[in-house]
C-alpha cells in the first residue's frame, strides 16, 4: 500500500491528516529540532482520531527520519545530525 496515493483526490486516510499535518508543522518551523511533538492522547484529541491512527502517522515520521522516539521520554523533532545518522548515503565519501 503506498504511503502517498496518486491521482487528483486528496489524501483520504486518517492517518495521512495527521501525518500531513505534523509534517508541515515541522518543516515550518513550529516544532523545532529536539522539540517534543504532541503525545498521542493529544494528536487522538486534536484530529479525533483512534489511538493507532496517530501511532501510525509518527511511525511514518520516524521511517522518513524526521523525528525519533524515546522510550519513556517521548517523541522528539531530529536534528540534522540524527537524520544523517540513519541515512546510508551520509557514509558514502564525499566526491
Not at 483520504?12 to 518551523?29: H, K, Q, S, W
Amino acid at each position: 500500500m503506498p504511503e502517498s496515493p496518486t491521482g487528483p483526490h486528496p489524501p483520504r486516510a486518517p492517518y495521512m491528516r495527521v501525518l500531513n499535518a505534523l509534517a508541515e508543522e515541522i518543516t515550518t518551523g513550529r516544532y523545532g529540532p529536539g522539540d517534543p511533538i504532541p503525545s498521542e492522547a493529544e494528536l487522538c484529541e486534536r484530529f479525533d482520531v483512534a489511538r493507532e491512527t496517530a501511532r501510525r502517522a509518527v511511525r511514518v515520521l520516524r521511517e522518513r527520519g524526521l523525528v525519533i522516539t524515546e522510550w519513556g521520554k517521548g517523541t522528539f523533532v531530529s536534528t540534522s545530525d540524527q537524520r544523517h545518522q540513519d541515512d546510508p548515503a551520509s557514509d558514502q565519501p564525499a566526491e
